[in-house]
């Protein structure tokens, strides 16, 4: 696999240096100039060995240590598996799940590789990877001794408060499935606000990722419990995203995606994260 990823740079090095010699050597300075500023975002990350990275912070795929500033798990460790046959390092710039979409258009930085929800409406403004994960959302967080919700549906009423992170796809879910309950809109990159609600009674339920309910609950057994997380509400694809125009890199981070899952280098991670996963959907039978 190293072998061909690092083939794959050379050649793609070589047809950039062609490019650049084809037409900078004619003693014209501004030859070079032309070619770094079309470049593609692949080339330009094999030419300058770095790549502006969006992070928001999502364990277990991502974690910053607030100390030294370090960034460890599951898209981390994927991200890196990807990029170091090729020595290119990252450079982390800090975004928020509100404003994510709109800092990517705007060239604040240039890939994010948590797992983002690839809906048909992003997908018309953003470009994204193949999938690396099919991901479980819209279970619900409640107190421990619960016993008003039996179907998702129990939710959807103005008496029930419901808390959803802005911006993620739980809060998209929220406003297509539930629009008559009373929906609590809580902004930042802290997903815990979002089940915290239900621990001070400020909420009925809380609506998150099955990923984020469960580490909740490892951590509050005590508290709270999670309903419908196997199988949950809704399953969807999740990937690296980029800008939608960038289509020679979302090629090459597909094509390793695919050899990462072909040598058993996704399921060693997704063991090691303890991430429950679906990448293979289930049918309707298995559920």
Not at 16 to 33: D, F, W, Y
Not at 62 to 71: H, V, Y
Not at 78 to 105: F, G, H, N
């Amino acid at each position: 696999m190293t072998k061909n990823l690092l083939r794959s740079a050379a050649v793609i090095s070589l047809i950039v240096g062609e490019c650049l010699c084809a037409t900078g050597c004619n003693g014209s300075g501004s030859g070079a100039a032309d070619v770094i500023k079309s470049e593609t975002l692949l080339q330009k990350m094999l030419r300058t060995h770095t790549i502006r990275v969006g992070y928001g912070g999502y364990p277990p795929f991502l974690i910053r240590d607030a100390r030294s500033g370090e960034m460890s798990g599951f898209s981390v460790a994927l991200i890196k598996e990807i990029l170091q046959p090729l020595d290119v390092k990252i450079e982390w710039v800090e975004t928020s799940w509100a404003t994510m979409r709109d800092d990517l258009l705007l060239g604040k930085f240039d890939l994010m590789v948590e797992p983002i929800i690839m809906t048909i409406p992003r997908s018309a403004r953003v470009g994204f990877s193949r999938p690396y994960t099919y991901f479980g959302y819209a279970s619900v967080v409640v107190k421990k001794q619960e016993a008003r919700f039996r179907t998702i549906q129990d939710l959807n009423s103005p008496a029930i408060r419901v808390s959803v992170n802005q911006g993620v796809t739980d809060h998209e879910f929220a406003l297509k499935n539930l629009p008559k309950c009373n929906l609590q809109v809580i902004s930042g990159n802290d997903i815990t606000q979002v089940m915290s609600q239900v621990t001070m009674g400020k909420a009925d339920a809380a609506l998150v990722d099955v990923p984020s309910a469960r580490r909740f609950l490892q951590a509050h057994p005590n508290d709270v419990t999670v309903l419908f997380s196997d199988p949950p509400p809704a399953i969807t694809p999740a990937g690296f995203m980029t800008r939608q125009r960038e289509y020679d890199l979302i090629n090459f981070l597909s094509n390793a995606l695919l050899a990462l899952d072909a040598d058993g280098t996704l399921t060693a991670l997704e063991d090691k994260y303890d991430l429950p996963t679906y990448r293979r959907r289930p049918s309707q039978a298995e559920r």
